[in-house]
């Protein structure tokens, strides 16, 4: 039988698997051989084998793997050595060449808000000294001078020289405007209560809390002493509002902060950013890190028709912002004062106890002006303090005279009282306790400098204890016992100062302020009630100074005799009233009064609600 040969196969012969064009895995891995025994042409009987061998894949050069580590490691060492040196380069900085050498120069610093044109920056002055310069900034810092409710911005404002002013805010110069930090202008006074409300006569100066005297119907009739504008500087800091913080933080172990104890007064003018003490080179005795802490950061917004002062005090991490507005829209007198504590602490809560208010109130009795002047410690044997809540509340207090000091042989007994109502906003159904014992809150101190009170007994116990208000000039102090403010939080205390006509009347009118949002609402109201009046003069140009001139000029003429409205049979038999005696004018508004021009006299037609033909 004759045997069939098969050719062998050639030696560079393969099966290859179809690789695309564009593999870059051109590999053996793709490649299947056959074995090379298959050339064997001596062997007719031998067969080529059938079974591919794969290829075996080649281990990694060693040598390479330990050329990368060496790499990785000298990389690494110069890295930190690196940042071990910068390191020591900035400790070396800091404590050679003081905080200070970190700071970027005036020209590149994006912070630097002494630099660009802002209104109030009149350039640098030839050779003023570092010093000086920052001075400058930290008087004009944010160099704004409106906020968003359009209210005129005053920095440390009781820094700066005295200046005296009303509510509603006037003025008589367009220069002031354009010159924030000229002498600011003397003001004539009227009080903006809408049509039938009730307005109190409100004068205020930038020391201390702000407002200097107010009360009804003219300077005899004080709730808060009348002083002329030289007097006025100097006692409205003891005299007037005053706020004090008796508080705690516990501290935080983990954090490093200890229990602290504190007794401090915001707005105190032993703590007031005077020039003297902000420069070191003037003798100041801190350098400007310490300058914040100490020396708390005060403000003044002035609107139209109220007044807000600010302090941030950074030692004690508490933000303190009160604001005063007359209260619109009521058949009673009141001036409102809204006092707003923060917590500016992230992290540790704020215990308070407060005491806010007044240090001397008057009592009602007929006119006092002159009185209080030249005979106020015989004045004092007719004062008291009533009560009109039930025996030992302390909500209601009625300050008034037993009768009226009148060199008369008729003896006139004293019905009216001032008052003064007081409640935490949002808690306003809890009436606040009031604290009209002047010397259970100053002690010994006459002077009313410092409250010697508060250092030897807590809120609680002074509130606890008897108070007499009997033949002396009382205080009217709104006391907050214990309060948590959290990090973050704050809480708002409001406080209603004015007259009613009979001690039965305050029950009224303390149902009728502590309703929901009273305060709030009220002060919106106050607002709107001088921009209705200014609408009629509404100014848009390109210049925002200029609109705000003609609105403010508008305003003072017509609060000086102006806006006048008709009263009694108004008819269309057209007639004019002039002609038509059913018809009488009445000017809502007239001039009179303010502290530099004391020669003026404040007076009101103090009504019940109604305008009186």
């Known amino acids: 039988m004759r045997s069939s040969r098969v050719p062998p196969p050639r030696q560079s012969s393969s099966i290859r698997h179809p690789v695309s064009n564009g593999s870059a895995n051109n590999s053996n891995n793709d490649t299947l051989q056959y074995n090379s025994t298959a050339n064997n042409h001596n062997s007719h009987n031998h067969r080529p084998a059938t079974r591919p061998i794969l290829p075996q894949r080649q281990p990694p050069h060693q040598h390479h793997s330990t050329r990368s580590s060496r790499i990785k490691t000298s990389t690494t060492l110069i890295i930190l050595v690196l940042g071990l040196f910068l390191a020591i380069c900035t400790l070396f900085q800091y404590f050679v060449m003081g905080p200070d050498s970190f700071n970027l120069p005036s020209d590149l610093d994006l912070n630097n808000n002494d630099g660009g044109s802002t209104i109030g920056d009149h350039g640098e002055e030839e050779g003023v000294s570092s010093k000086a310069k920052k001075k400058k900034k930290y008087k004009n810092e944010d160099a704004v001078l409106f906020d968003e409710f359009g209210r005129y911005i005053i920095e440390d404002y009781d820094a700066n020289p005295p200046f005296s002013d009303i509510l509603p805010f006037h003025h008589n110069s367009y220069s002031y405007i354009l010159h924030p930090l000229s002498t600011l202008p003397l003001i004539h006074h009227q009080g903006v209560a809408g049509i039938y409300g009730k307005p109190l006569y409100v004068f205020y100066v930038n020391r201390g809390q702000g407002i200097a005297s107010f009360g009804v119907k003219s300077k005899d009739y004080p709730i808060m002493e009348y002083y002329t504008a030289n007097n006025a500087y100097q006692n409205t800091a003891l005299l007037g509002f005053r706020t004090f913080y008796k508080g705690r933080r516990n501290g935080n172990l983990l954090q490093g902060n200890k229990k602290r104890e504190f007794l401090v007064e915001p707005f105190d003018s032993s703590r007031t950013r005077f020039s003297q003490l902000m420069d070191s080179s003037s003798g100041g005795d801190l350098n400007e890190q310490e300058e914040s802490s100490k020396y708390p950061k005060r403000r003044m917004f002035i609107g139209a028709n109220d007044m807000t002062i600010q302090e941030v005090d950074m030692l004690n ?69 009533h009560h009109a809540g039930s025996e030992g509340d302390l909500t209601m207090p009625f300050f008034r005279m037993s009768e009226i000091a009148d060199d008369d042989a008729a003896v006139v007994v004293e019905e009216a009282g001032h008052f003064c109502l007081s409640y935490i906003e949002y ?47 009382s205080s009217a102090f709104a006391a907050v016992d214990d309060v948590t403010i959290w990090p973050g939080q704050e809480i708002t205390i409001t406080s209603f100062y004015g007259r009613a006509d009979s001690i039965t009347d305050l029950p009224i009118i303390a149902r009728r302020i502590t309703q929901g949002g009273f305060a709030q609402f009220k002060l919106s109201r106050a607002r709107a009630l001088i921009q209705q009046i200014t609408s009629g003069a509404e100014t848009v140009t390109a210049d925002h100074l200029f609109d705000k001139h003609v609105e403010q000029m508008f305003l003072d003429n017509s609060l000086m005799g102006g806006i006048p409205v008709l009263l009694g049979d108004v008819d269309d038999d057209g007639r004019n009233a002039d002609d038509d005696e059913k018809i009488k004018v009445y000017h809502l508004f007239s001039r009179r009064g303010d502290l530099e021009r004391d020669y003026d006299n404040v007076s009101y037609i103090w009504t019940s609600g109604e305008i009186v033909v």
């Open 317 to 385: 991490k508490i933000e303190t912002n009160v604001t005063y507005f007359n209260l619109p829209e009521e058949d009673f007198g009141a001036f409102v004062k809204r006092t707003t504590i923060s917590n500016l602490d992230e992290k540790d809560a704020l215990h308070l106890s407060v005491l806010d208010g007044l240090s001397r109130i008057q009592p009602v009795g007929g006119k006092l002006e002159a009185q209080l002047k030249m005979i106020g410690r015989t004045l004092e044997g007719f004062m008291n303090v």
């Open 427 to 473: 808690q306003e159904k809890d009436l606040l306790p009031i604290v009209y014992d002047t010397n259970k809150v100053f002690g010994e101190d006459t002077s009313l400098l410092r409250p010697m009170g508060l250092y030897e007994k807590s809120i609680k116990e002074i509130l606890e204890a008897k108070q007499y208000g009997a033949a002396r000039t």
